[in-house]
Antibody
């Protein structure tokens, strides 16, 4: 069974770059049929889709975050990563990585999720 | 800006049936929005329940079902159990315009 685990600093200063990594186990990130996603949840609030990447490097981002976000993949380490530039307090959230399942070439669901990691933006 | 709206809260008694709904600011929710439903309990990651309107994951209990109802996506729990108390989020797909958009969530209380 596939498992995902987020890792990275829990505290980031305003205006700096937030960087997180998701390590995938129990399956290969290069096997195809999946996109690898980031989703966040502000404290006490709802969920927000950030974006996702295919093992080939194709990416899709939430238009509202696109100018500050980048997602990359490291197939050799079975990992994918998130960077958010120029962070503010509004980027404080629990960040989840998740697997997006494609069925006949269409993403239909986000089936497996990591436990999440809290990132606080504060000086 | 695309907004997905859910009931903020619902209260139900054990054994009853309850339906949660998910509406789109752009108009009727269709199968092309690939409606998803997630359950989230305190301190846990969301757990996928329903995808593509009505498909169930292998771990989804039989009492959960999804549908389209009056232009909205719907999640029905038939015979609610105390362990179903949680937040429920719907998720809709809008293509290149907005990508995937979550609803604000419904807090389901089982009393």
């Amino acid at each position: 069974q596939v498992q995902l685990q987020e890792s990275g600093p829990g505290l980031v200063k305003p205006s700096q770059t937030l960087s997180l990594t998701c390590t995938v186990s129990g399956g290969s990130i290069s096997s195809g049929g999946y996109y690898w996603s980031w989703i966040r949840q502000h404290p006490g609030k709802g969920l927000e889709w950030i974006g996702y990447i295919y093992y080939s490097g194709n990416t899709y981002y939430n238009p509202s975050l696109k100018s500050r976000v980048s997602i990359s993949v490291d197939r050799s380490k079975n990992q994918f990563s998130l960077k958010v530039n120029s962070v503010t307090a509004a980027d404080t959230a629990v960040y989840y990585c998740a697997r997006a399942l494609m069925i006949r070439g269409v993403i239909e669901t986000f089936d497996y999720w990591g436990p999440g990691t809290l990132v606080t933006v504060s000086s | 800006q695309t907004v997905v709206t859910q009931e903020p809260s619902l209260t139900v008694s054990p054994g009853e049936t309850v339906t949660l709904t998910c509406a789109s600011s752009t108009g009727a929710v269709t199968s092309g929005c690939y409606p998803n439903w997630f359950q989230q309990k305190p301190g846990q990651a969301p757990r996928a329940l329903i995808y593509s309107t009505s498909k169930k994951h292998s771990w989804t209990p039989a009492r959960f079902s999804g549908s389209l109802l009056g232009g909205e996506a719907a999640l029905t729990l038939s015979g609610v159990q105390p362990e179903d108390e949680a937040d429920y989020y719907c998720l809709l797909y809008y293509g290149g315009v907005s990508g995937w958009v979550f609803g604000g969530g419904t807090k389901l209380t089982v009393l």
